[in-house]
């Protein structure tokens, strides 16, 4: 007789569902994607959904594939707020990457371990294992994965000046950034990434504005002290890196009145906007 694997469902549902979402955070995280908690769950609920395909009866292999592929791009379009193809693309490709590189080592630590129960089904897999230990190894796997990208962002971007150029009320500001890796600031009610801008390159329009509801106050902390800095959310804001230009709205530029440097560059660019 064949050995038979019981499947429980809520524990199917729900470790499917955590670790979907700590994938997608991996995702955002390694991209530079905006992070709204709504939509992230969402996604991962979809993915927690789809698991439950292990209990249909087994599919030719090319529509399982078929059919992975198409919940996998479901999941992507409903956790981000994508423009465009070609960052669908990649945060799919990113989306894949990430699973892999979490499957294989889920297999390996699960093989060291001593493996009792496996079951893959439909490309969906169950370990007969406790859910604490999924959800412990899902944690350090996303760690893991947080410290890599820190060390290679730190690596690449530490001392990298580019021109951007902000869009506001009509009017095209052009200036020169330093891509700040201690620059985590983030708008509170949307969690989109702040540009931190010397005020003296900034328009008197847009300055004057301050007043008015389109402006936000960001808190920030530092060496010398905490304080708070307005901020405005521009039309959208550019990029230029060599060959690469990026481009978003999905920003805020914080008004900082005190000189940034001896004339070298006039802003504080969010590394999370190098997308």
Not at 158 to 171: N, Q, S
């Amino acid at each position: 007789m064949g050995h038979t694997q019981t499947v429980y469902i809520d524990v199917l549902i729900g470790v499917n569902l955590f670790i979907n979402y700590f994938l997608l955070l991996a995702v955002a995280r390694f991209l530079h994607l905006p992070v709204r908690r709504g939509r992230m769950i969402a996604g991962a609920a979809l993915g927690a959904f789809y698991a439950l395909s292990i209990f249909l009866p087994e599919l030719p292999s090319i529509l399982a594939l078929f059919i992975k592929l198409l919940m996998s791009a479901t999941i992507i379009w409903a956790a981000f707020p994508l423009q465009g193809w070609k960052l669908f693309l990649r945060s799919l490709a990113g989306f894949y990457l990430t699973s892999f590189a979490f499957a294989g080592f889920m297999l390996c630590l699960w093989y060291f371990i001593a493996p009792q129960g496996l079951l893959i089904k439909n490309s969906v897999v169950y370990f007969d294992v406790s859910p604490l230990f999924l959800l412990v190894t899902t944690v350090i796997c996303y760690f893991a994965i947080r410290f890599i990208q820190r060390i290679t962002g730190r690596q690449q971007s530490e001392t990298l000046l580019c021109p951007i150029a902000v869009f506001c009320e009509g009017k095209e500001i052009h200036c020169t950034a330093k891509v700040d890796t201690g620059n985590t600031l983030t708008e509170p009610f949307s969690g989109f990434p702040v540009v931190v801008v010397q005020e003296s390159v900034l328009p008197a329009e847009i300055l004057q504005q301050r007043e008015q509801t389109n402006f936000r106050l960001v808190p920030y902390g530092a060496v010398g002290g905490e304080g708070i800095l307005s901020a405005f959310r521009p039309e959208k804001l550019t990029i230029s890196m060599g060959k690469r230009h990026i481009e978003t709205k999905d920003v805020y530029i914080a008004v900082c009145p005190e000189s940034l440097s001896n004339g070298e560059f006039d802003a504080l660019l969010h590394p999370d906007l190098l997308a």
